[in-house]
């Protein structure tokens, strides 16, 4: 008897019931559905993420420190519509929100102090310091013009003038009656004045006067007498000096009495607004310095005054009010979303003003806030992957939600820019950040940082499925008509609606489920929109239309392939058995498009101590996941065979014309079934691809991509030529998410095309070879003849084999 000879009817398997009839494939959405469900209402909210709603929920309405979000999910479900959607409701009100305000500070002009007031009275206090700088400019101009004012000051510099003429005329009376005079020194030189001899009515130098004592002109006694009464009287000149400023300190400060004493009641006045509004706080004690400031520098507020302070800015600008946050016009809780959050953007900066720029500005007033201090009091949205490769950012965000305070401090520059010395007050902020990021980022960051754990306390999961329920399937077209009407788009009707829905389980790969991820339901009417053609309404055609045309888009390395099978490049068979070869299926994922198709895996065995040999890897072009498949299967012949003997095997498996990296364990039961029929040299067949992982246990497991396998072969032996007998082997488990194309469909209806559900190992030996699997009896022996009975006849004969060799 042949390997697979089926003539004994004992031996004979029966497949029927492993066959999947249409019924049970049958996948469709039809437009009666959607009409018993459609309420026609545009009103969408969000759906299918109960788990996230609740975690936001949860932490917008704690305040304490710690319970910020780290918001995890596939892009495209809905997180930041969510999000904005909770936070909207869970509006904290607009009470607690403060305006920042950046002042001049007058102890310490490298210092730019930050405040916070109440919401609006930022732009209040900006401006009332405007007016009352115009204010103070009337009220000096008034003071100028007063008559008393102006007699008291021609007074007080009248009486210093004349006690200065006074002393000078006396000097310079007994510098005569001695023979000197007084020189004063030209402006470019140094000093304020000499002393000179008087000599024939005319001043001469001492080298004049030492050539003349020199030349006889003058006696000895004569200079010497010279000599003495110069450096007393220059003595007594530094004396007068020293006196008239004095003097003039005196002057000046009487003068300054007198301006303030004139102006008291002009600054009382022009101040009274502001004291009246600030009571008490920071602004009030700003008021209070600034008026002690104002009473100083009165000069600042005539026309004629001086063009810099002592800090060389434009002196009026100190009393300036830089205003950093105004939520004067703010009428909810701020959401600020930040996609660039580079230490400026996120934490504010200094503004340098450009050396050419005619402009300029105090300190102070080049602060500017980042987006952390305008979300302060509401909530700050970032996304992982922007936030984390910016350390300095990381560090100083988690530094801010630890201790409640934030610092702005300038950019770092390859050159020192003006004001790069100027430091900012700390400012306190309260905000709560949500950072929406992979579940595996959250995970990594969770273990590896503590202050993640203390300030991410609480996580957000979104999913990217939910259930397929009427109602959830009724908010899939609320959210249809949502789209058409917030785009302008023509609408859908509902064979249409039904298709989208199609789509979404399609995407969901299971039948009773939905995708979650809005984005890619959005494009898809997008693109139907377009491809809608004459009709006024998106139809079914149009829809499909758009999904033929996305496939086509991103089809061309499956094109390639098919073309290399078709040439016979590939080698593929789809006709007729063979001994140790089989077509298992592979998804091919490009991220935004997959596609099944069938790859060959073919099994050597021979007696020998080494095991199983996985090509892939000894090669480098094993994933570990494929590895660890290849380790179950050694785990697997064991448990099943090699009982009574030791396994003695030496056996490779090789994915044929594969070059590139191999992982995952889908194959592992192409695997195995390849190396049993190498074992036993019996001969499976190559019209049926097979896919499904399997444990120890021979239990085969279900696998992802099922649909995109299926269709795969399926298109592989439509071109290659159908015969009737064609199929694939699939885990039982992966009945549910079976979402064929019609195609497909239509060919398992008609007898073309067939679908094999097993649970174990041994159903997919019966439905390969046609011949029965086999259980061990009663003397722990499988029944002669049977697949399991030949496999571990010829283990037994090779662990024989092994044991005369020595082995």
Known sequence: MSRNDLSDPRLHADNSARRLNAES??????????????????????????????????????????????????????????????LREYDRGIDQLRDYVALYSFERPDLARVIDLPRGEGRVLRE??????????????????????????????????????????DFERRLADDGFTVVHA?????GRADILPVIDGEAVSFDELQRMLTSGEIDEPTWNRMRELYYRYLDELKTIYQKLDLNREDMERSLDELT??????????????????????????????LRGDVQQHLDYFLPDGPEKDEDGSPPLSRYRVNLLVDHSETAHAPIVFERNPDYPTLFGTHEPVPEESSEHRSGFMTVRAGSLLRASGGYLVL?????????ESWNALKRTLQYGVTEIRPAPMPFPQPGAGLKVDNIPVDVKVIITGSEYIYELLYAGDEEVQQLFKIPAEFDSVMPRTEETLAQYVHFMRFITREERLAELDRDAMAAVAEYGVRLSEFRDKLTTRFSMIAD??????????????????????????????????????????VSGELLIEITGRAVGRINGLAVIDRGYYSFGRPLVITACAAPGEDGIINIERESGLSGEIHDKGVYIIAGFLRSTYARRFPLALEASIAFEQSYIEVDGDSASSSEVFALLSSISELALRQDI??????????????????SEKIEGFYE??????????????????NRANLILSREVQRAVNSGEFHIYAVSRVDEGMEVLTGLVAGERGSDRRYPKGTINARIEASLEEMARRMKQMGG
């Open 25 to 86: 494939i049958r996948f469709g959405i039809g437009a009666e559905e959607i009409s018993a469900i459609d309420s026609e209402s545009p009103h969408f909210t969000v759906i299918g993420q109960p788990r996230a709603m609740r975690a936001l929920n949860l932490a917008v309405r704690i305040p304490a420190k710690g319970y910020n979000v780290f918001a995890t999910g596939a892009h495209g479900t809905g997180k930041r519509t969510a999000i904005t959607s909770v």
């Open 383 to 391: 996304r992982a992957e922007d936030i984390l490769p910016q350390d």
């Open 260 to 289: 303030v004493a004139a102006a008291k009641p002009g600054i009382d006045q022009a101040f009274v607004p502001l004291q009246e509004r600030f009571t008490s706080g920071p602004a009030a004690d700003h008021i209070e310095r």
């Open 689 to 706: 691809a097979v896919t499904g992982s399997i444990n120890q246990m021979g239990e085969i497991q279900s696998v992802g991509g099922i």
């Open 186 to 190: 030209h402006e470019d030189e140094e």
């Open 128 to 169: 009332m310091l405007g007016e009352l700088v115009e204010t103070m400019k009337h009220v000096v101009r008034e003071l100028l013009e007063k008559q008393h004012f102006r007699s008291e000051k021609d007074r007080i510099l009248l009486t210093t003038e004349g006690w200065e003429n006074q002393i000078v005329t």
């Open 524 to 565: 898809l009417i997008r693109e139907a929109h377009l491809f809608r053609g004459e009709n006024e309404r998106i139809t079914r055609q149009a829809v499909e239309r758009a999904i033929d045309e996305r496939r086509f888009l991103f089809s061309l390395p499956e094109e390639k392939i098919d073309e290399q099978i």
């Open 716 to 733: 592989v032996c439509r071109k290659l030529g159908i015969t009737g007998d064609q199929g694939v082997l699939i885990p039982a488990g």
